[in-house]
């Protein structure tokens, strides 16, 4: 069976990165997707991204003609402390369900009760424990654990070698920082951000940063 040709949207960083772990997976005989190339407002049509082209700037129109095409979408883009907007470009682009493709690295462990929703990306070496819960269009990076009973919302972030423990829940785009550990039966409301290397042990409301060990507030997120 033919690969399934997928468009990352986003550059360097978050989409590079994915990249290159699909293509690991696919070369391993891991996966059945093709990075075919990327959308990007930052480069030029027609140039390249380590080796992937760009396809197309990134708006409503290129996701349809592409989908047009045949191809699926993978969408990358993050922006610390500005997780709002998007999550508001993911709607300005249209994008469904059936047109995004989720991805498990094969060196991943995920719980067989484990659900994960569309479009959510799932790293080298990650471990995810039963009965968790990932909605649509999480990531999470190299390294990191998710404990059991946890559900993380919409665009959640978990980025590399955090610890997230059980019975979490996060709302939408929230970022969970690199190296970050959180205690279990906490809550982290929408578009919240808890820093890199942070211990935290209380609840984070709406658009609040954290950060610290322990963690405490910092600001509100711009």
Known sequence: MC???????GGLGNGTVIAQAIEHSRINGGCNLRVAGFMSDREAIGSSIEGFPVMGKTNATTIQDLTN?????IYTVLRIDGQIERVNLFGDLGLRDDNLVSFI????YVAPDVICDPGVIIMPMVMISSHAHLNRGCIVMVGSSIGHNTELGEFTHVAAQAV???YIK???GVHIGLNSTIRENLVIGDYATLGMGSVLTK???ASEIWVGNPARFLRMAK
């Open 164 to 166: 997230v423990g059980a």
């Open 3 to 9: 690969p399934q040709e997928v468009i990352i949207i």
């Open 69 to 73: 095409k045949g191809y699926k979408f």
């Open 203 to 205: 609840n984070i409301g």
């Open 170 to 172: 996060t709302g939408t």
């Open 105 to 108: 690295h094969p060196s991943a």
